[in-house]
């Protein structure tokens, strides 16, 4: 193992996660996404204040000193910028404040990621600055050029170097790089002349090495210093690289992430003043004390007998023009998103072709937990099962109206269980589609899990349910029943 002196460990640190592009990755992480809202700041790590505060020029990830001691430099010298007082310390409003500048900074070069399925590689590229050619194969090397406002070059070696010649390569850029420094298979390097800057990332496989590296102008790359950071941690190995093979690179907008809770995953309008007086009546805890919790037993049910015993509980809901779910915990109340019936007070329930009104008494905008009641009794109703009762990895099915299709289901497993904004929600396998908001999430006996609220667009399988247990008023109280 290479030595890692301490004046490189800043750097090393603020490098090390190489893999935030790569697929399958948590949504909650913020620079994997374009943001068209502030995030929340439940979602950001502290890997994202560190790359915040390099895009916004309060961080120099090459200086020496422990990463801990140069964040809690650059976040007192971002809240002196910003006349705050310097103690070190984000609170939820600052830490909004940093990382929408940081993504305003990033978004404005178009940071994109250059993926090659077919070659095994992916790399963040600027692509407001810089244009991709064809690429082309050069001795032993496959390399992607790209020129513009800045230069980008990236290649993949076949053969030599690799990891056991790493250390020779290393070797040579003692004499012209201003920077360097070396994990156990990467290298990084800075290399300034009085007119521009280069940065350079290189990640060895047991075939060879693959190397993203930018040249900007001095003042680009002054103004824009995180451009550099960002590149070196986007560089990514899919699987083992293979640059014989024929490249099929595209360049692709990183995706929306979830402001809050919606089926298109972009950020929920502001919902306006109810249009019925009857909203007066309406509390704002998206809470109901109707609600029966009941723990798993039994065996397990086929998925014909699951939509059997509790399709009856599933609604249309009607909301002028949008269409959504609905399910029934009692006899007079159903659960449902706030994003389905947004500002009104009252909405139809649909069955087949009957309809009947019903009201929203209890709306939590927030969470997007909204309980609905029917002054006609209802025939079906479904209990409960408890957050804490549920396992990753069981069987779950999903009930709803995706795209107006009434009572479709769809079977999948519990996938993971999250916090998103102090709401418990439920990952699902089981599809999701625009228009599943406010159906339910059931598990194999046929107990309500969670209601379907999102999914994620740009990748496959990641559906989320709110918990239904978060619509319990009295925890204790619904437990006890």
Not at 294 to 323: H, N, T
Request: glycine share 8%; charged share 20%; with cysteine.
């Amino acid at each position: 193992m290479f030595p890692v002196r301490p004046s490189v460990r800043a750097l090393l640190a603020a490098l090390a996660a190489t893999a935030t592009l790569a697929a399958g990755h948590a949504w909650a992480q913020v620079f994997t996404y374009r943001w068209n809202d502030a995030p929340p700041a439940e979602v950001v790590q502290p890997s994202d204040i560190r790359e915040a505060l390099i895009w916004t020029g309060h961080l120099d990830p090459t200086q020496a000193g422990a990463v801990a001691d140069a964040i809690d430099r650059g976040t007192r010298a971002w809240q002196k910028a910003n006349g705050l007082a310097q103690n070190g310390k984000l609170d939820e409003d600052q830490t909004r404040q940093l990382m929408t500048e940081a993504l305003k900074e990033r978004d404005s070069l178009g940071w994109s990621v250059m993926r090659d399925p077919a070659v095994g590689i992916a790399v963040g590229v600027p692509a407001r600055l810089v244009t991709f050619g064809t690429p082309r194969f050069d001795g032993s090397a496959l390399v992607y050029r790209g020129s513009g406002e800045v230069v980008q070059t990236v290649s993949v070696h076949l053969g030599t170097p690799n990891c056991r010649s790493m250390g020779a390569v290393f070797a040579r850029l003692t004499a012209r790089a201003s920077y360097k420094a070396r994990g156990d298979n990467f290298l990084v390097a800075q290399i300034r002349t009085p007119e521009s800057v280069t940065f350079l990332k290189m990640m060895c496989h047991q075939n060879g090495m693959v190397a993203s590296e930018i040249t900007a102008p001095l003042e680009l790359a002054t103004k824009n210093p995180g451009l550099f950071a960002a590149m070196a941690n986007s560089l990514t190995m899919l699987r083992t690289p293979d640059p014989t093979v024929r490249p099929k690179p595209r360049v692709e907008e990183l995706p929306l992430a979830p402001g809050s809770f919606s089926d298109e995953l972009a950020t929920k309008p502001a919902v306006a003043k109810p249009k019925s007086t009857k909203a007066s009546s309406i509390n704002e805890s998206g809470h109901t004390s109707a609600l029966k919790l009941a723990l798993r037993e039994g065996p397990e049910l086929r998925a014909e007998e699951i939509f059997e015993k509790v399709s009856g509980s599933v609604y249309v809901v009607k909301a002028d023009k949008r269409m959504g779910s609905a399910v029934a915990i009692s006899d007079t109340e159903l659960l449902t998103n706030c994003h389905v019936v947004e500002d009104l007070a009252e909405v139809k329930l649909a069955r087949a072709k009957t309809e009947m009104p019903a009201e929203v008494v209890s709306r939590n905008v927030d969470a997007d937990r909204c309980v609905l009641r029917t002054a006609t009794k209802l025939p079906s109703w479904v209990k409960v099962r408890p957050y804490d009762d549920i396992k990753v990895g069981e069987k779950a099915i999903t009930i709803g109206t995706p795209q107006g299709l009434e009572l479709t289901a769809a079977e999948g497993i519990v996938s993971s269980k999250r916090l998103y904004n102090n709401t418990r929600v439920i990952q699902t396998s089981a599809p999701i589609s625009q228009g599943s908001s406010g159906g339910g999430l059931f598990d194999a006996q046929g107990h309500l899990l969670g209601i379907t609220t999102f999914y994620f667009k740009a990748g496959q399988n990641l559906n989320f349910a709110v918990a239904a247990e978060e619509y319990a008023g009295n925890r204790e109280e619904s437990a006890a029943r």
